[in-house]
């Protein structure tokens, strides 16, 4: 093999290990220079393999691209077997937040779709992460099963980002009650918003669903709402669902994911 061929493949090879996609919790944000946001900082973040989610609701991942800058990639996302979930992929433009910029306005993006870091080589010439929120639904017919969901990226190779979306036996009630915006600040920690839904199911209070889906927090707030109104559903089956009361304050101060306890409350169960 020539030479000029050997070289080329490595570079070609170098480039595309360079880059790197990676699934997180809806709770972790990271800011364009690949730095988690101090608000939602964990000590031991969770890996997102297998997640839950009830018929008729909602899961929704994370997903950063990482690379130097001056690189292109192609966004796929896929599930296996196709047409039982409903995928919708939103890129996350950065807004200032403290000192800091985090993931929130989106946009709905196709797959495959193209993207490039840096999103602007004027405001944001070192960037070297790209985030987006991967949105599933599950129909309410949809029979109790295991669906493989992968996110992609073609560089000089195929990477993937894969997991194991476990759709369980509830059913997510209809909703028909207040349809009100209630997120938290940008700058403070992303389960926040989820905390205030679960303040008004510790209340007594219904869920409230944002009345769109314009940024994150709105994804936040539908999903902590849907939450509640499961939880309501199943009180009567499952007593234990008043641990609900002390699950914020289990482990204070360990970061945003603390609201994945009530997760696994909720689908311990199914």
């Known amino acids: 093999m020539p030479a000029w061929r050997i070289i080329s493949l490595l570079c070609l090879a170098l480039s595309a290990q360079a880059q790197q996609i990676s699934l997180v919790s809806e709770f972790e944000r990271f800011d364009p220079f690949g730095r988690p946001i101090a608000a939602d900082r964990d000590l031991i973040p969770r890996e997102i393999l297998s997640p ?18 001056h690189t292109n990639y192609l966004l796929y996302f896929i599930s ?4 039982i979930l409903d995928l919708t992929m939103y890129r996350e433009f950065f807004e200032p937040c403290g000192a800091s910029l985090c993931p929130d306005w989106l946009t709905k993006v196709e797959s495959p779709s193209f993207g490039a870091i840096p999103e602007s080589l004027f405001a944001m010439p070192e960037q070297n992460t790209r985030s987006y929120l991967l949105d599933i639904h599950a129909k309410a017919d949809t029979p109790p099963r295991r669906v493989r969901v992968e996110v992609l990226i073609k560089t000089g190779i195929w990477q993937v980002a894969p997991m194991e979306v476990r759709i369980t036996a509830p059913i997510m009630p209809a909703h028909r009650g207040v349809h009100r915006e209630d997120i938290a600040p940008l700058d403070a920690s992303s389960a926040a918003t989820a905390e205030r839904q679960l303040g008004r199911y510790l209340a007594g209070l219904e869920p409230e669903l944002p009345p769109g889906i314009l940024r994150a927090r709105d994804i936040t707030q539908r999903n902590s709402a849907e939450d509640m109104l499961l939880a309501r559903s199943l009180r009567a089956q499952i007593p234990d669902l008043n641990v609900l009361a002390w699950t914020p304050l289990a482990f204070p101060g360990m970061g945003a994911e603390w609201y994945l306890r009530v997760h696994d409350l909720l689908y311990a169960w199914q």
Do not use: I, T
């Not at 839950?52 to 800058?69: D, Q």
């Not at 296996?80 to 047409?83: F, K």
């Open 52 to 69: 839950a989610m009830p018929r008729n609701g909602h899961l929704s991942v994370r997903v950063l691209v990482n690379g130097p800058p």
């Open 80 to 83: 296996n077997p196709p047409g």
